[in-house]
């Protein structure tokens, strides 16, 4: 008998089983449908997408074989190769009017913008039913992002963070190792990268840059409080400023960590201490160093969770050299994953 599964349909009533899976490749489908063959255009997910110039534009790449729908950012010179890459999307500047238009159209929603505003968007889009895709950092605050967790549970979406590195296989073998008893109990993990590579420790700009035409200013805004343009905050540097970004540990914590709080099964800390070169009003800190306490945590398989710390370091600050790494840089090491190093 024909499998009569649509795509669409298979989202909508596999999505419990399909936790932490937002967008899937055609081919992927075709096989969960019982469909060998090219996925029909009338078969493919409508994806719009907010926040298009950086990683939105990565993102949208993996997902050409959908139907993309529309295309919203608050930078239309930023934007402009991803435009011109999906010339039949409908394009926008303000999230809100292309929800409100499009909103019965859309199955899927893609937000990669400045991190201040991945939630309100998210959640916006959520509410409406749309499965999406987040890039990191998931959120600008804690209680954001308990308030997206429990959107996605009241709606019953696919949702996923992008966290590039999570399958990599430098952090399968870690895990491997650590599940199989190879390590040993982990009761300490340093952790550092080269970041920030971007301006930190700055105070706020004394001069208001001229607003180019092609950039809504307003709405690059959206929650924070308002503040004169200057072009020291977009594209990309917002990450130092507190309003919008979360420094080099919001950014890259969630790559770098990622290992050890998947194969150590960590929680919450019970107790962190923090230590930074100076910490400005506006803009994070050039560097600082983070020790995070989790509590002990039973046994996963035969391998014993005990108390352990973990030691962020960024900015410049970086663990001890462990015996045998002379001369190696241990941001590109090759056996832990980003700089990851566990003992």
């Known amino acids: 008998m024909e499998n009569n599964n649509s795509r669409r349909t298979f989202l909508k009533t596999g999505t419990v089983g399909m936790a932490g899976i937002t967008i899937i490749p055609g081919i992927v489908m075709g096989k969960a449908t019982g469909k060998t063959s090219r996925v029909s255009p009338s078969d493919k997910l409508n994806i719009a997408a907010v926040g298009i110039g950086g990683m939105g534009h990565s993102n949208l790449s993996e997902m050409a074989t959908e139907n993309i729908v529309a295309l919203c950012d608050i930078d239309w010179r930023y934007a402009a ?24 159209s859309i199955d899927a929603v893609l937000v990669a913008t400045a991190d201040h505003s991945h939630a309100i968007i998210a959640a916006g889009a959520i509410t409406m039913g749309k499965h999406v895709y987040v890039q990191k950092p998931l959120t600008h605050s804690v209680y954001e992002s308990r308030l997206l967790t429990r959107l996605a549970d009241r709606y019953n979406v696919a949702t996923q963070m992008g966290n590039q590195g999570a399958s990599a296989g430098g952090t399968n073998k870690t895990l491997e190792w650590l599940w199989n008893g190879e390590i040993g109990e982990v009761t300490s993990v340093d ?12 105070n706020r700009p004394a001069l208001e840059d001229v607003i180019p035409d092609t950039l809504n200013w307003d709405l690059f805004i959206g929650s924070a409080p308002m503040r004169p ?51 400005m009003a506006d803009c994070c800190p ?44 241990l941001n590109n090491c090759t056996i832990f994953p980003m700089g990851q190093k566990i003992r």
């Open 81 to 104: 190769r991803t435009f011109n890459e999906f010339p039949k999307a409908k394009r926008y500047w303000d999230y809100r009017k292309m929800y409100e238009e499009l909103g019965k």
């Open 191 to 202: 952790a550092s990268t080269d970041r920030p590579i971007w301006p930190q420790g700055l």
């Open 229 to 279: 343009y200057n072009n020291i905050y977009h594209p990309w540097n917002w990450r130092g400023w507190w309003d919008f970004g979360t420094g080099a540990l919001g950014d890259m914590a969630c790559h770098i960590l990622h290992t050890a709080f998947k194969g150590l099964q960590l929680k919450y800390p019970t107790k962190v201490q923090g230590t930074s070169t100076v910490v």
């Open 286 to 329: 050039t560097a600082e160093k983070v020790i995070f306490t989790f509590p002990e945590r039973g046994v996963k398989d035969n391998l014993k969770l005990p108390e352990v710390k973990i030691t962020w370091y960024d900015g410049g600050f970086t663990p001890p050299r462990p015996a045998g790494a002379d001369g190696r840089d």
